[in-house]
């Protein structure tokens, strides 16, 4: 199987950085159909995050990612101009997503707890990685989590 965000099959070259290729399902909601990601593709993504064995928003990303070109261009090590570019720069106006791995390729820079990347463009300006700035919709958003109930994670289907 391959990745429903790089486009990379389990048995790549890259599988020590990717890290595994799990099969995820929706716990709740109408969405059935498992998709399948590498766990480094899954988790670089915005809305993804994993507390012990849980692993929560995959497909979700998953869905965003379809419509999400990598900003790599010739460069793209997964799949050019193709969807399932999640990784996004932390500067809440820049468009520019890639893939995991060509956002490693560009020599990626990372916040605190590697929880913010930075594009090409925006790393070479003066922003300080110790105060990513946040949208308004992300603090929002952030203010919201904190009000939501318990979250239901995505169930990791390992029977690939």
Known sequence: PKCDLCGLAGSSHDDEELGE???FVKASGDHKKPVTVHEACAISASEVFAEDRDWYHVVDAVRRGRSMKCAADKKCRCRP?????TVGCAVAKCRRTYHYLCARGTNW??????MFFWCEKHRQMDYDPDDPPLSEQEEEEEELDDDDEEQTPD???DAK
């Not at 101009?81 to 570019?85: D, P, R």
């Open 21 to 23: 290729l799990r099969a």
């Open 81 to 85: 101009k193709k969807s399932g570019a």
């Open 155 to 157: 169930i990791v289907d």
């Open 109 to 114: 820079a990372f916040g605190p707890n590697n």
